[in-house]
């Protein structure tokens, strides 16, 4: 196979209506603390530790020179700027621009050769992140790739091989920026995903508007027809600034962000993040000002899917953290990472051109070949509004012909989502299908309906993200059923997320009586999505609201329903319990 030529591909971004990230690093600390981010791009300001950008002071973990013996400096400019959005500390502008995850480390690999092109990349992409790896990075920012129309090279299938192997490592992908309007009808055209974006298990970006003004800097006084004529020659796009929503309410997509599907037919890009008119960190080596410099020279403005990769990648080391500090899970795994993003993405349909011809992006059910599953939401995503919960787990395996259940208590009328996520075996380069390991995801109602995911009617045989949005229509017990449908690589291990109106536990009120000779009698519904042992469930009681409280287990009845007994008491006796 003939390899093609690798190529280059914030603080609006960070915002409620964008990635939705400020809350979280006030409220609740997700700063990328303990997280450590491998990086691969041009290089990083001065190339030397004694005389850094001061928003990467402190930050850097190894630096390493891969394209230019000794030297892993930017001259170029790119890997600064993607570095800054990733976790510079806003040092240099008293905090404004920060990166997403400002409080993590970075494994930065110069790639950047003599005469500036990637020559520092590997032939095998395995190396480039097994050094990352070893140094201890868990997950990689990418802001590069070939622009492959969706095929699935030789690169794809060695960075699927690599998450395979590694599955604790997730890599973060640009899609590319080959958006083309090329028959002229004013809607961006499918399949033009780069490589190695078109892999299964990575993460794959894309990028979104990022909502600055007309003449506030960069390129947002442009116009996409008036930038790339050629490329954007039909409205609605042609006239519609490059940073700005067409309508100013919907938020819409880049135009130059790749689009997919594969050539396979499986969802790509996965997500999308701001990509336009980005501020971030300005090497001080590098010549270039990229969009345009920022009236604080130490940042400057640029834009891509490049540019939407890092921030995205900021984002997921934040999902990390959190699943090690709010839920104890030790090292968590890239598929219940990337699960945890695409279940609480938003989809931005339709788009900013309205929902005639030109409509932007697909109308529901997620997921569409324009933005995959939407934009990030960390703080609804992580801290979702009661009566919302999130709840995930990655402990379960599966081979062919087994099955996994999980059921759920579900109010009705609030919109809930499951997404399955896997790492699968890596498939063959060339064309034809590409997934091996085919796991199935569906939904069960009370009433016997049943949801398929990806917005089917039927099993899906060619994505490994599989998601089901649905919105209850009665209240009951919902049944998740994850199947190995084949599985000739067994076992394959799997994250699956639940986000919605769910109540782990229902318990009819006990209600008042004048028989003090016989004992109370409680029923529970008890459900969950991660692992749980029915030892601990008990009730807790008392007859006093400030005494001790009793301990009585729940005894498994069938399915989900347990019960206990609380002991008879004296009349006018008020019982407390929980």
């Known amino acids: 196979e003939e390899a093609p030529p690798r190529e280059l591909h914030n603080d609006f971004a960070v915002k409620g209506r964008h990635l939705n990230v400020t809350n ?53 400019g790119h890997g600064t700027h993607t570095a800054g ?30 005469s500036g092109g990637l020559g520092g990349l590997p032939d095998d992409l395995y190396d480039l992140y097994l050094e990352a ?30 998450m395979w192997d590694y599955p604790d490592m997730l890599l973060v992908f640009s899609a590319g920026n080959d958006g083309r309007d090329a028959n002229s009808d004013g809607v961006v055209d499918q399949d033009s995903i780069g490589s190695p974006a078109t892999a299964k298990n990575l993460l794959t970006v894309g990028a979104a508007e990022s909502d600055r003004a007309p003449g506030s800097g960069g390129y947002s006084s442009m116009a996409w027809g008036y930038g790339w004529p050629s490329q954007y020659p039909a409205d609605p796009i042609r006239n519609d600034y490059i940073s700005q ?52 020279t130490n940042y400057m403005f640029s834009g891509g899917t490049s540019m939407a990769t890092p921030l995205a990648a900021g984002f997921a080391s934040l999902v990390r953290q959190y699943l090690m500090e709010w839920r104890g899970v030790t090292n968590p795994g890239a598929a219940l990472v990337k699960a945890v993003i695409i279940n609480g993405s938003r989809s931005l349909t339709p788009g900013q051109y309205g929902t005639d011809a030109a409509r932007e992006i697909p109308p529901p059910p997620r997921p569409n070949h ?59 380069a060339g064309t034809g299908k590409k997934l091996v390991n085919d796991l199935d995801l569906f939904v069960l109602s009370p009433t016997g309906g049943v949801y398929y995911p990806n917005g089917r009617s039927s099993p899906d045989r060619t994505n490994n993200v599989e998601g089901v949005d649905f919105v209850p229509p009665v209240s009951g017990i919902y049944t998740v059923r994850v199947s190995g ?3 000739p690589q067994a076992p394959q291990p799997y994250a699956l997320v639940f986000s919605g109106g769910w109540e782990p536990i229902m318990a009819d009120p006990l209600p008042n009586t004048t028989n003090s000779a016989t004992p109370y009698q409680l029923r529970a519904r008890i459900t969950s999505l991660g692992p749980a042992n029915p030892a601990t469930f008990a009730i807790l009681w008392n007859t006093n609201a400030g005494a001790r409280f009793n301990t009585n ?21 008020t019982i407390h319990y929980f």
């Open 24 to 76: 979280a690093w006030t409220q609740f600390g997700l700063t990328g603390r303990r997280q450590v981010i491998g990086h691969a791009d041009t290089g990083l300001d001065s190339g030397t530790l004694t005389n850094l950008h001061p928003d990467f002071v402190g930050r850097v973990r190894v630096a390493i020179a891969r394209g230019r013996p000794g030297d892993w400096g930017d001259s170029h």
């Open 485 to 487: 449908f084949n599985v």
């Open 133 to 162: 790896y070893t140094n201890a990075a868990r997950l990689h920012s990418d802001s590069w790739g070939a622009p492959v129309y969706g095929q699935y090279n030789a690169d794809s299938q060695s960075s699927d091989e690599f």
């Open 85 to 114: 959005s990733i976790l510079g500390g806003g040092t240099a502008s008293t905090g404004q621009f920060r990166g997403v995850a400002f409080e993590a480390e970075l494994v930065h690999q110069s790639v950047m050769d003599s």
């Open 245 to 296: 929503s067409a309508d100013l309410i919907r938020q819409g997509l880049a135009a130059f962000s790749s689009r997919g599907p594969t050539d396979d037919g499986r969802v790509k890009p996965d997500i999308v993040a701001p990509g336009t008119d980005v501020i971030s960190a300005r090497s001080r080596r590098a010549s270039s000002s990229g969009w345009g410099l920022h009236p604080n």
């Open 370 to 428: 324009a933005e995959g599953w939407g934009q990030p939401d960390l703080m609804n995503t992580l801290f979702p509004q009661p009566p919302r919960r999130m709840t995930a787990c990655d402990t379960n395996r599966l081979t062919t012909g087994q099955t996994n259940i999980f059921r759920l208590f579900l109010q009705a009328g609030l919109t809930s989502s499951v997404t399955l996520a896997y790492s699968d075996y890596p498939g063959t």
């Open 553 to 573: 287990a729940l005894v498994h009845l069938t399915g989900p329903e347990y019960g206990a007994e609380i002991p008879a008491q004296p009349r006018n006796t």
